[in-house]
T-cell receptor
């Protein structure tokens, strides 16, 4: 099955700086890579996703990049704000497969 | 829409007791998932329903766990008897058919003493 590794486990950044979270996956057939944000006391919420036919996708201050050859993908948050503090999960799966393989999560803290 | 609704938000019980967690998926969503979240194991898929039918329960840890979906708007996850190692946050999630965006509830924090 798919195995997703996520680094770092914790990340502390100064407000306004950038944050980068990296994930690797094992199944070369995986072609869909979502990112979820989990705020304290809430369930994970999809914030951005990318498919294997695209190398990069951007939505305002967040962007994801995918390197299929190396089997890794990354989340980039620019101009971080206090509300970006949360746990972020990467995931991987084959399109139309109900089994999402989640990374272990990254706790991001944005210091004011 | 109110989103996926789970109850209770917190449950504290003693070992050996029966625990029932409840979930109301988003109206119109025909796929429902139960996940368990722990520090050690992260997010684990317990069971997946499609159109109220259990499709994959391979993630259910043992026979003490059971899940039902009697209709499109309600599902339960039952643990009987509960054990301290069942302590975790249990999430319900639903999706309208394509699996590419899961809508999670706020979870039930279960503590078994």
């Amino acid at each position: 099955g798919e195995n997703v590794e996520q680094h770092p486990s914790t990340l502390s950044v100064q407000e306004g700086d950038s944050a980068v979270i990296k994930c690797t996956y094992s199944d070369s057939a995986s072609n869909y890579f979502p990112w979820y944000k989990q705020e304290l006391g809430k369930g994970p919420q999809l914030i951005i996703d990318i498919r294997s036919n695209v190398g990069e996708k951007k939505d305002q201050r967040i962007a994801v990049t995918l390197n299929k050859t190396a089997k890794h993908f990354s989340l980039h948050i620019t101009e971080t704000q206090p509300e970006d503090s949360a746990v972020y999960f990467c995931a991987a799966t084959r399109s139309n497969d109900y089994k999402l393989s989640f990374g272990a999560g990254t706790t991001v803290t944005v210091r004011a | 829409d109110a989103g996926v609704i789970q109850s209770p938000r917190h449950e504290v019980t003693e070992m050996g007791q029966e625990v029932t967690l409840r979930c109301k998926p988003i109206s119109g969503h025909n796929s429902l998932f139960w996940y368990r979240q722990t520090m050690m194991r992260g997010l684990e898929l317990l069971i997946y329903f499609n159109n109220n039918v259990p499709i994959d329960d391979s993630g259910m840890p043992e026979d003490r766990f059971s899940a039902k979906m009697p209709n499109a708007s309600f599902s339960t996850l039952k643990i009987q008897p509960s054990e301290p190692r069942d302590s975790a946050v249990y999430f319900c999630a639903s999706t309208p058919g394509r699996f590419e965006k899961l809508f999670f509830g706020s979870g039930t924090q279960l503590s078994v003493l």
